[in-house]
């Protein structure tokens, strides 16, 4: 596989703010990588760097093989989808699309065969004189989409263009917008704060908080083997419990909810007397009759969708339990809670790294 | 060059040039001649002077005759009531007005438009329509007061020292009205109807609402708005020039018109820098607190 | 009391309440079409016994209109057309950035907007005839006056600029436009309106100008309409109604501009001068 994008040693200060630390992340040509992180992680601030946006003060960005650090947005040849779509309001469907194309000086004549070709496969034919104010909000996405496409770029840059789009309509992108890197086989870079998003169409997902990558890999490897507490809890939802346990000996901790200390038999890889965090992802625990799981917990919450039921315990902390289909359970009732072995993480408690 | 080229297209240099230029014109045209201003207030300037850099520097002496001058406190005392009067006076018909067409009637926001007329028409003909209604014999406005049993005999308003000031305030309130009236609706509209719901379900009744509410809401809008009212009067110079010309013997004459009546009839240039002088650190103290209110709407 | 009612009586007494605010407006022009005995009536007429539509081309006649005017429009042209092409670029960097420094240059910009002209004419005057720009009088007073408005218009258009979103600008970046090229072909004609309506008040302003023009222009040929009407009206002047016709003709095309575009020029001006 080869590089087409790679970060080496970039790092980004606004003043004293130190918004991007080192990173170093590399990019498969033809692969889908989304950034993921919360608000302010500096997911927004590494796309941005990328397209030129953003002057970088340390490290090197290249696309292509080529060193890009210095030159400007418009020599780097990538493509970049906004949160906003950015569609030229004075221009119409056609001018905005053929933007990049008359600036490079294509002819009237190839931007007007261009447009049309690129409408036919998003699906704006009919609209291309139409101007943004008169497009709802899902055709102003594809307008921004097509106005990528119709470029040939080195890389697709998504900075969160979902966001502005109801549910129903978010779902659906989701899929035409994969479906539309693996027909180009293009280079896409994909911002959300939303870990479905993520999950759902990237090959590669990079976890980003305060600036550093927490952790990179394909989807499913995060979710099965999340290498410290903030990736554990970002990625998966609703998110995983965390249990606080004190080792002892006979590979089995002692874990205290509230209720008073009990014991249980797992096995960790730390020495006696460690502080770790014991994870167990919500999907991952099942309720039992009262005294037939691990352990026992009162119910303070139980709540149904229908096809799931959600039930949160009286402890501290509270632990989230989520059950394919029906479970009558109420407000007070106690019950037993059930796990398997292969589904706990373990965290140190102090340095939140998997152990 | 290439470097250059590509930083003025692409980079720092683009938004340096465009700056860049603008702030050394301005520099040159507002910046010099204000440090000048303040040079030429420290030396003795006549006519045979006027066209050499050097002059005799003479210190405070230029500051020290003016205020030994015996209209000098006068012109000041005249300056005062000037500002006063005028702002006073915009302000409050302007808030009354503001206030009227806040309760958007059909035709409120056309006819409100209207009124600003009066702000974009040229100041000397303001002054020249002003200085024929205020006419002692034969002007309108003697006429409708005396219709209406406010005078019993006609007032010379240019030529009464007593009224010639005054000729020049209503003029000039007239003037400023209809700004001040626009930008009070501004502030007016920005307040939320929700506010003002809130406090009718809370019991609030008109009155209590005009003061607990609007005026609170409206005081970093009014406060920008008098200190503009204060700059835009210092600047007030072709209702002067139109109506009385300071006189008659200085009854109203202020500062911004005395200051170049030296300058320019007396050619007293040394003189008129220092009441500029003077001025111009008045108007900027008002500027530092206008700044300071638009500040605070902006961030607000 | 119905709203509809209620209404209608609030629009009457908005109504008559702009008659009397505008009076002096009307009376300007009623008083140039009477008579020369009939302006001194008392009490006087309220409309004129015989319209003297003829005053208005004898007082341009007679005044040498044509030239004033056409260097009231001079001035006005210059100053603007100085304005608008040194403002913009710097209303777009002050709009665009959000620093220390650029604080700084608003702060010197809003400084300088208050600077009365009658007390910066003295150091102008000066330093225009130490260099010799007065030997063009009217390039001096374009210059004083640009520098005199420019902050005002920065002011104005730096509201319209910020109200561009800088994503218009990094999507055309990325599209592959220059700064330079994004700013002329995004940017600029976005804030169009908003830059026009702020050229519109700058020229009205600079087309009544008169403390600038009265001190530097000494040549009565070169001299704009705001001295020639300083002129007409002597002390012991009794020719009222030509002073009105001459006031009358001045005026109107400002007002005619002004009430055409009113709605436009309101929202300009309120969207900037408080921000």
């Keep these: ?306 096809s799931t039921t959600f039930v949160t315990t009286a402890t501290t902390p509270e632990l989230m339990v989520v059950e394919t289909g029906r479970r009558l359970v109420a407000t007070g009732d106690r019950a037993g809670l059930a796990f398997s072995d292969a589904s706990v993480h373990v965290f140190d408690a102090e340095t939140e790294q998997r152990l | 060059m290439r470097r250059l080229y590509s930083s003025l297209v692409d980079g720092r240099g683009f938004d340096l040039c465009l700056i860049g230029i603008p702030l050394v014109f301005l520099i040159v045209l507002s910046g010099v001649p204000l440090v000048y201003n303040v040079v030429m207030s420290f030396q003795a300037v006549d006519m045979f002077s006027l066209g050499s850099f050097i002059r005799p520097w003479v210190g405070f002496d230029n500051y020290r005759q003016l205020i030994s001058q015996p209209e000098f406190w006068p012109i000041m005392g005249h300056t005062a009531t000037f500002l006063a009067a005028s702002i006073a006076g915009q302000f409050l018909f302007g808030f009354a007005l503001a206030l009227l067409f806040w309760l958007n009637f059909p035709g409120a926001s056309w006819l409100r438009g209207l009124f600003l007329v009066s702000w974009v028409m040229p100041g000397l003909v303001v002054g020249a329509v002003w200085n024929w209604l205020l006419s002692g014999d034969f002007g309108v406005f003697n006429f409708v007061l005396h219709q209406l049993h406010i005078i019993s005999g006609n007032v010379f308003w240019r030529s009464d020292p007593a009224f010639a000031l005054w000729s020049v305030i209503i003029a000039n309130i007239w003037l400023g009205t209809s700004f001040n009236m626009i930008m009070l609706s501004v502030g007016l509209s920005s307040i939320p109807d929700d506010l003002y719901e809130a406090a009718e379900l809370d019991g609030a009744g008109a009155l209590t609402r005009f003061w607990t509410i609007t005026l609170p809401m409206m005081r970093s809008s009014i406060g920008a708005l008098i200190s503009l009212g204060l700059i835009f009067t210092l600047q007030q110079f072709d209702l002067f020039a139109a109506i009385t010309s300071g006189g008659p013997n200085n009854s109203s004459n202020v500062a911004q018109y005395w200051a170049w009546d030296l300058s320019f009839k007396q050619y007293d240039f040394a003189k008129g820098a220092a009441i500029s002088v003077i001025m111009i650190v008045v108007v900027m103290l008002a500027s530092v607190y206008y700044v300071r209110s638009t500040r605070h709407e902006v961030r607000g | 009391m119905s709203e509809t009612t209620k209404n209608r009586l609030l629009l009457v007494f908005a109504l008559l309440l702009a008659a009397v605010y505008l009076f002096p407006l009307y009376w300007m022009y009623i008083t140039a079409l009477k008579t020369g005995s009939e302006m001194f009536r008392t009490p006087p007429s309220f409309w004129p016994d015989e319209p003297q539509w003829s005053i208005f081309p004898f007082v341009f006649q007679l005044k040498g209109m044509n030239q004033f005017l056409w260097n009231s429009t001079v001035i006005a042209s210059g100053s603007v057309a100085l304005i608008a092409v040194l403002g913009t670029g710097a209303s777009y960097v002050l709009a665009r950035y959000r620093n220390v420094w650029i604080d700084v240059g608003l702060f010197l910009v809003l400084m300088l907007q208050v600077l009365p002209a009658s007390l910066m004419i003295t150091p102008i005057f000066v330093l225009f005839t130490l260099t010799g720009i007065l030997d063009f009088p009217r390039t001096a007073v374009i210059l004083a006056i640009a520098a005199k408005s420019m902050p005002f218009f920065i002011v104005l258009v730096r509201a319209t600029f910020m109200s561009v979103p800088m994503e218009l600008e990094e999507a055309a970046l990325v599209d592959g436009n220059s700064r330079a090229g994004a700013f002329w072909s995004i940017v600029l004609p976005l804030a169009r309106n908003g830059i026009l309506v702020a050229a519109i008040l700058i020229f009205m302003q600079a087309f009544g100008e008169f403390v600038y023009s009265k001190s530097l222009i000494q040549e009565i040929e070169l001299q704009p309409s705001s001295v020639g009407l300083n002129a007409f009206m002597g002390p012991n002047t009794n020719e009222w109604n030509r002073i009105m016709a001459f006031a009358s003709i001045y005026v109107t095309p400002i007002l005619a501009t002004f009430v055409l575009l009113q709605r436009r020029i309101v929202s300009g001006l309120t969207s900037g001068a408080l921000k």
């Design chain 1, 1 to 306: 596989m080869t590089k087409q994008i790679e970060f080496s040693g970039v790092n980004k200060h606004y003043g004293a703010y130190h918004a991007l630390k080192d990173i170093n992340l590399s990019i498969d040509k033809g692969s889908f990588v989304a950034l993921v992180g919360p608000s302010g992680c500096g997911k927004s601030t590494l796309l941005r760097s990328l397209a030129g946006l953003e002057k970088i003060t340390g490290g090197d960005i290249s696309i292509a093989g080529e060193v890009v650090t210095t030159l400007p947005p418009r020599r780097r040849d990538v493509a970049m989808v906004f949160q906003s779509y950015a569609l030229y309001p004075h221009m119409t469907v056609e001018e905005n699309l053929t933007y990049s194309l008359r600036v490079h000086g294509v002819s009237k004549a190839e931007r007007k065969k261009a447009a049309a070709e690129v409408a036919v496969t998003t699906g704006l034919t009919g609209l291309l004189h139409r101007y943004p104010r008169e497009l709802s909000g899902g055709q102003r996405q594809r307008v921004a989409m097509s106005r990528a496409i119709i470029r040939n770029p080195k890389a697709f840059l998504f900075d969160e263009p979902l966001s502005n789009l109801d549910a129903a309509l978010r779902v659906h992108m989701r899929k035409e917008i994969r479906a539309l890197h693996d027909r180009l086989g293009a280079t896409s870079v994909y911002v959300t704060h939303d870990q479905i998003e993520a999950m759902t169409m990237a090959d590669h997902v990079v976890v980003l908080r305060a600036g550093v990558i927490e952790q990179q890999g394909r989807p499913l490897d995060l979710y099965d083997k999340p290498a410290n507490k903030f990736v554990a809890g970002f990625i998966g939802s609703p998110a995983m419990n965390f249990l606080p346990a004190t080792v002892v000996e006979g590979g089995s901790v002692t874990v205290d909810l509230g209720n008073g200390p009990f014991s249980l038999t797992i096995p960790v890889a730390a020495p006696v007397g460690a502080k770790v965090l014991i994870g167990i992802r919500p999907e991952h625990l099942t309720l039992t009759a009262s005294g037939e799981g691990r352990f026992d917990a009162v119910v303070s919450f139980a709540e149904s969708t229908g």
